[in-house]
């Protein structure tokens, strides 16, 4: 069987990968050796060091990004899972696929650190990316033509207004923002080197033939 299709987004999940680790936002947190905040104690996360890059440096970062948890998108989570679940290669590397994509999920859908009931992480991680980063003021909104879509944005933006009203919260749920950011950061990087080997079997085992 040939997995052309399934090849290319598997090598474009990687080449997403290559240009979000290339990219000045991620090269700039890395550089800096935290992600925004530092923790003095266990009650009071305070901004002790604030190395946040431009919106712009943000911008274009969140332009990759979107590739990987946008359900939409080709070479999402959800789609290369798919992908995943199809084609026939070593046992091992389906495996080691489907531990990262577990781990990662029950890292998410596990509860915050704060006081705020029944808030995932990765409910916090999308209010931020979604609401937080993305669309900096109300003007934002205008942008989605589909009313559910705005609809759905509109409440991240009002949830997100909502946590920035109290200051202690909202420092809390950056700290925590930034750590989850981190950890997904770091699955990406392991996916794509699973995927790396992935391609190389498929093209010892198949009639695919390498550019």
Request: glycine fraction near 4%.
């Amino acid at each position: 069987m040939v997995y052309s299709e399934e090849v290319k987004a598997l090598e474009l999940f990687n080449l997403n990968t290559e240009k979000l680790f290339s990219g000045r936002y991620v090269k700039y947190a890395q550089e800096m050796g935290d992600w925004s905040f530092v923790l003095v104690n266990d009650e009071s996360p305070t901004a002790t060091r604030r190395n946040l890059p431009d919106q712009k440096t943000i911008n274009e970062f969140l332009a990759t990004f979107k590739f990987f948890v946008q359900e939409d998108e080709e070479t999402s989570f959800s789609e290369i899972n798919k992908i995943y679940d199809q084609i026939q290669i070593a046992s091992e590397l389906k495996e080691n696929f489907f531990k990262e994509q577990k781990t990662l999920n029950n890292y998410l859908n596990g509860e915050n650190l704060t006081q705020i009931k029944n808030l995932t992480k990765r409910e916090i991680l999308n209010v931020f990316v979604f609401a937080g980063l993305s669309h900096k003021g109300r003007e934002g909104l205008d942008s989605f033509a589909d009313k559910s879509t705005f609809n759905n944005a509109a409440k991240k933006r009002a949830t997100y207004d909502n946590w920035q009203a109290n200051d202690k919260t909202f420092k809390s749920l950056e700290l925590q923002f930034y750590k989850i950011l981190g950890i997904v950061l770091a699955t990406i990087k392991k996916i794509a080197k699973i995927n790396a080997e992935v391609i190389s079997e498929l093209f010892k085992t198949t009639n695919l033939k390498q550019k």
